[in-house]
Structure formats: structure tokens, C-alpha cells
């Protein structure tokens, strides 16, 4: 039986149970129980804080976990990153009141600076060769210079829309962060044996996303054209119709790249295009 920490609540909690459920791994999301098994895979959740699910995959309470590179970073501890998640997306910023200018990382030098992640901070500050003190806060970083506990904050940023209401500005990017799946490096073999099968079914369900199914009816005098233009994982799939001057094109396109193609393809000719979701797909 594997045994994954997951954060218990949040929209790191929200993807890594979407992921889970897309990879047909039954799972209750009832927080109110801190260890719950899957109805239909080898794998056990651990529901713990954020902050806690480093430590607990290093020491071997849980095999796995899933947190966010930031958490990771910040609490140094000996796990291996098993794989990034791409989900959870966001970045550890410095940020100061909007109505300040700011001629660069100098402006930190003798400020205080109010953060969740005291050891990044003092990295970074170190690099750049800034004095400043560090005051440790957990909860509402970016109130602080609203109410003069600091000058500036250093503090994860997704849409930027908090900082925004509370009058700051970001000002720099200190790292990217998102969800990692890390390990427990003295996993055993039958764990790991369980984990790839687990990896192979996330790999499918991130391979589909922003994919479309197009099949669509194509004359067969411009079918070199049409298929000139899908850049499918392969070659597309051809069949044929009982009218002997056209065919039938299947074919997998990126959502990046669609409406772009689709044009294209109906300057070409091609008709009756029809496209469908693709929930997962083997490469």
C-alpha cells in the first residue's frame, strides 16, 4: 500500500483530488479523516497542512506527497522530486507599497520585510548582497505595511489581485513555483512498483489536456494539403468512404493551435469536422 500526503484543504488539495479522479484513483475527499484508502488502487491519503507534508515524506511517514515548490524549497528537507505536477502555478515575489518608487533590489537595504518563507528570503538577499530584516509572519503577510509592521513583504503571488487590495506592488520575482510529487528516497521496491503504475496514469491524463479529437470529411484531391497542415502525434488516420472522391481524416490537435488549423482546413475543403475532448491518451 503506498500512502500519499496531500494538503487538507486549498486549491492545492482541489487539483491533486481532480488529478486523482481523473486517473480513476477512487478517493473520499472527507477531510474530517486524516487517513483515508482508495476503494479501487493500492494508495492511502494522508491529509495533512502544507507545511508539514516535506518532513513527513522525508521521514517516511508518507512515501509520496504532493506540495507546492515553494513549501519544498523553503523547509529543506532530504526528499527526491519525483515529478512536477504543472498544476498549483504561482511565484514567490517581493512586493512593496504601489505609491513607492522603486530604483531596484537596493531599496530593500536596512527595510523590514515581513514573509512565510524566512530561508528563501534570506537566500536570495544574500545573493544580492541586501541587508534587511526578516520579520516572520504566518497568516496575512501582505497587511503588514498597511499597518507598519514592514516596508515590504515577500509572499506568493498567483493573479496578483491580493496584493492589488492591499495597495502593493510586486516589484521582483524571486522564484517560479508549482506542485511537485516528491518522495521518500528509502521507498521499497513493491511501493515503487505501485507508484509507477500511479505515474503512468497521471502521464495519460496530462498528455490529454488541451487536446482535441478532430475527425472530419476531406476530398481526396487535397488530401496531401489537409494533411500537410495537422501537426498529429504521428500521422493521421485515414478511412475511407463509400464516395471514392473522399475520406475520412482522424487526428489530434493542440487547443493552442486549433482554430488556426480549423481555418485552414475549411479553406481546404475539408467538411463535417467534428471535435470531441480527449480524457486520456497513451503516448
Request: hydrophobic share 40%.
Amino acid at each position: 500500500m503506498l500512502r500519499i500526503a496531500v494538503q487538507s484543504k486549498g486549491r492545492l488539495f482541489d487539483d491533486t483530488m481532480s488529478l486523482l479522479a481523473e486517473s480513476d484513483i477512487k478517493v473520499s475527499s472527507g477531510r474530517r479523516t486524516l487517513l483515508v484508502q482508495s476503494g479501487n488502487f493500492p494508495l492511502e491519503v494522508l491529509y495533512l497542512r502544507d507545511d508539514d507534508i516535506p518532513q513527513s515524506v522525508a521521514s517516511g511517514v508518507a512515501d509520496i506527497g504532493v506540495v507546492g515548490e515553494n513549501e519544498f524549497v523553503e523547509r529543506g528537507e532530504d526528499a527526491e522530486i519525483i515529478s512536477r505536477l504543472g498544476f498549483s502555478k504561482c511565484r514567490l515575489s517581493l512586493a512593496i507599497p504601489k505609491d513607492i518608487d522603486y530604483p531596484g533590489g537596493s531599496w530593500f537595504s536596512g527595510k523590514k520585510i515581513a514573509t512565510s518563507y524566512p530561508n528563501i528570503l534570506r537566500r536570495f538577499l544574500s545573493q544580492n548582497n541586501i541587508e534587511a530584516e526578516i520579520h516572520v509572519i504566518t497568516g496575512s503577510v501582505e497587511i503588514s505595511p498597511g499597518i507598519g509592521l514592514a516596508d515590504g513583504i515577500f509572499d506568493i503571488v498567483s493573479s496578483g489581485s491580493t496584493l492589488v487590495s492591499n495597495n502593493l506592488r510586486e516589484v521582483e520575482v524571486v522564484m517560479q513555483s508549482e506542485a511537485l510529487l516528491i518522495g521518500h528516497k528509502g521507498m521499497s521496491q513493491d511501493k515503487r512498483d505501485v507508484l509507477e503504475q500511479m505515474l503512468f496514469r497521471f502521464k495519460a491524463v496530462k498528455e490529454a489536456e488541451d487536446k482535441k479529437y478532430v475527425r472530419m470529411n476531406a476530398p481526396k484531391a487535397r488530401l496531401q494539403e489537409i494533411i500537410s497542415v495537422l501537426p498529429g502525434l504521428k500521422s493521421p488516420t485515414i478511412i475511407p468512404l463509400a464516395d471514392e472522391d473522399w475520406c475520412s481524416v482522424h487526428t489530434v490537435l493542440d487547443q493552442k493551435r486549433f482554430w488556426e488549423i480549423i481555418g485552414k482546413l475549411k479553406e481546404m475543403g475539408a467538411q463535417g469536422i467534428l471535435v470531441t475532448p480527449i480524457e486520456k491518451m497513451i503516448i
